[in-house]
């Protein structure tokens, strides 16, 4: 384990704060000279690929014999931020637990695949088995989107993301999409009711329709891992001074989603919430457009990858492992949107965003272990 403890400590105390989560973050660049740098030294077909400036993916390949199956590994290498943390990039090991920004999520994961992947070198396979260190994960994941673009290069037959699920399974998780309302007044002096409508105002009218839209949806849950899809109000704006009838309100809404939902049924959803309030306030003007989204992912229980992983890592535990869903989303939608079968599996551990994280070491020696072992069995 000693291999193992040293590669995850290297790699925590190296700053990789998202730059798009916050501003002058230092970015991923030196993650990628470190992993690129490992796999040239491990003898392993190391590219390097510029997802964005000065944002590197790298991508690291165990080239079989030929004639089998291909298996990517996936982990991504930024971090949120660190503010309130104590000594973020300086890993402290206690009580068999890593504590460090990064530590569970997810440079504990992404250790694990380095070490499956140089073992797999080992291993006479007849498929390549590949690693892919990704950026951006944490905010617009232009890393497998980048990786994506150019899925010719790698085109495996499976991935195996090893975000931290506690060692359990992770099949399905849910998606968003964020909503922009928007209500329409009448400017007018304070002093003039009879001239001015209210934005601000009418926006009410909506909020309580959206409170009840996401009540309801949450009292009738409809997937069997993932419960319902929800929505929240997230930032509300309008209004120009306190003397004024506000001519315009603007209020922006994740929409949590669930496989099957898109962009377009979200946003039809929402426009049935405004002409329902219209249709009972001649005044009411409103528009609802959606600005960005992420599809939700799920992959079967019986599937065969679904499957082999199952069996893998319970023999490896010796206890059985669960299939579970997980509310937040990950980078499979992506790889599941190409067409591409993809499980998740990773370490235990907490304080992922938190201002204390850490990932239980053992935990991330056994996702070593299950990861080469399904990289032998996927691959052989």
Not at 33 to 40: E, F, L, Q, S
Not at 97 to 121: E, I, N, P, Q, T
Not at 191 to 210: E, F, H, R, T, Y
Not at 342 to 359: D, K, N
Request: charged content about 20%.
């Amino acid at each position: 384990m000693t291999e193992l403890l040293n590669l995850l400590t290297d790699l925590v105390a190296i700053d990789s704060v998202n730059p798009d989560l916050v501003p002058g973050g230092a970015g991923e660049a030196r993650m990628a000279d470190y992993i690129a740098a490992w796999g040239r030294a491990n003898n392993l077909e190391t590219h390097v690929q510029e997802a964005g400036a000065g944002r590197p993916n790298v991508v690291m390949i165990a080239r079989g014999r030929g004639g089998g199956r291909s298996l990517m590994l996936n982990a991504h290498t930024d971090t949120v931020g660190v503010e309130g943390m104590d000594g973020p990039f300086t890993p402290a090991v206690r009580d068999g637990r890593v504590y460090g920004r990064g530590a569970f999520d997810m440079k504990s994961g992404l250790a694990a695949c380095m070490l499956a992947l140089k073992a797999a070198r080992e291993l006479n396979l007849a498929g390549d088995v590949m690693l892919s260190a990704v950026v951006d994960e944490e905010y617009g994941s232009i890393g497998t989107e980048a990786l994506l673009a150019e899925w010719e290069r790698w085109a495996a037959d499976a991935v195996l993301i090893a975000e931290p699920t506690g060692l359990e399974i992770s099949i399905a998780h849910r998606g968003f999409v964020w909503l922009e309302f928007e209500t329409f007044g009448v400017a007018a002096h304070g002093s003039l009711p009879n001239l001015g409508v209210d934005a601000i105002a009418k926006m009410g009218a909506v909020l309580v329709a959206l409170d009840a839209h996401d009540r309801q949806m949450r009292a009738a849950p409809s997937h069997d891992l993932l419960g319902s899809g929800s929505l929240h109000a997230s930032t509300i704006s309008g209004g120009e001074e306190i003397s004024m009838y506000p001519a315009h309100c603007k209020l922006l809404v994740e929409r949590r989603t669930l496989p099957g939902d898109t962009a377009a049924s979200v946003a039809a959803e929402a426009q049935a919430i405004l002409d329902e309030i219209a249709a009972a306030d001649p005044d009411f003007k409103a528009q609802v457009c959606a600005t960005f989204a992420r599809g939700a992912y799920s992959i079967a229980a019986d599937h065969p990858l679904t499957q082999l992983l199952k069996r893998t890592a319970e023999t490896r535990l010796g206890a059985s492992v669960p299939l579970v869903g997980s509310a937040w989303w990950m980078d499979s939608a992506l790889f599941g949107e190409k067409g591409v079968p993809t499980v998740v599996l990773g370490p235990a551990g907490a304080g992922a965003h938190a201002r204390e994280e850490w990932v239980d070491l053992a935990s991330v020696e056994q996702c070593r272990a299950i990861y080469t072992d399904l990289i032998a069995a996927f691959c052989r």
